[in-house]
C-alpha cells in the first residue's frame, strides 16, 4: 500500500478495504460511505481548469522585458549624462575611458612588483600564502597571523 494511502487510514481497518471508510467490497472511488470534502481541503481553486500557457504567450512575455529592460537602459543613461553635466562632467569623455578600460589588457594594470620576474618567482617565506580577490588579483597572507597585503613579502618582511 502507498505511504499517502497509509498517512489516511485507520491502522485498525482492513488493507484491502475502502481508503475513506475501510469497509470491504469497494475502492475510495466509489465509496458510498464518503464524507470527505474535498472542497473545504483543498478549496474551490483546486478544482477551476487552468488555461494553458502556450509558447507563443511566453515568447510575448519575454520580448515584452526585454523591450521594458531596452527602456530601463535607455532611461538610466539618460539620467547618468544629466547627472554628469550638472557635475560638470564631459559624457563622451567618460564614455571613451570606459571603453579603453574595457578594451584594455588586463595583464597591463598588475603592478611591476607583483608580475612575475622572468617566468619564475621565487619562493614565499615560510608562513606566507598567497590567494586571488574577485578582479583576480593576487594579495598575499599570514597563515598564523591572518596579517593581509598586496606586496610580496620578503624574508624580512616584518609580521604584527
Known amino acids: 500500500m502507498e505511504k499517502h494511502h497509509l498517512l489516511r487510514r485507520d491502522p485498525n481497518w482492513h488493507p484491502n478495504g475502502c481508503n475513506l471508510c475501510g469497509q470491504l467490497g469497494h475502492q475510495a472511488a466509489n465509496c458510498p460511505n464518503g464524507t470527505i470534502?474535498?472542497?473545504?481541503?483543498?478549496?474551490?481553486?483546486?478544482?477551476?481548469?487552468?488555461?494553458?500557457?502556450?509558447?507563443?504567450?511566453?515568447?510575448?512575455?519575454?520580448?515584452?522585458?526585454?523591450e521594458g529592460m531596452r527602456d530601463l537602459e535607455a532611461r538610466?543613461?539618460?539620467?547618468?549624462?544629466?547627472?554628469?553635466?550638472?557635475?560638470?562632467?564631459?559624457?563622451?569623455?567618460?564614455?571613451?575611458?570606459?571603453?579603453?578600460?574595457?578594451?584594455?589588457?588586463?595583464?597591463?594594470?598588475?603592478?611591476?612588483a607583483m608580475a612575475p620576474a622572468g617566468g619564475e618567482e621565487a619562493p614565499l617565506p615560510a608562513g606566507w600564502a598567497v590567494a586571488t580577490d574577485a578582479s583576480g588579483r593576487s594579495y598575499?597572507?599570514?597563515?598564523?597571523?591572518?596579517k593581509v597585503q598586496w606586496e610580496r613579502p620578503t624574508e624580512d618582511t616584518p609580521i604584527n
Open 140 to 146: 598575499f597572507w599570514h597563515k598564523k597571523t591572518q
Open 76 to 112: 538610466a543613461r539618460e539620467y547618468a549624462k544629466k547627472r554628469a553635466e550638472e557635475q560638470g562632467l564631459s559624457w563622451d569623455e567618460m564614455m571613451a575611458k570606459a571603453e579603453e578600460l574595457r578594451n584594455k589588457d588586463p595583464a597591463e594594470t598588475i603592478p611591476k
Open 37 to 66: 470534502n474535498w472542497r473545504q481541503i483543498y478549496g474551490d481553486d483546486a478544482f477551476i481548469m487552468r488555461q494553458p500557457i502556450f509558447y507563443s504567450d511566453i515568447a510575448a512575455r519575454l520580448k515584452y522585458k526585454e
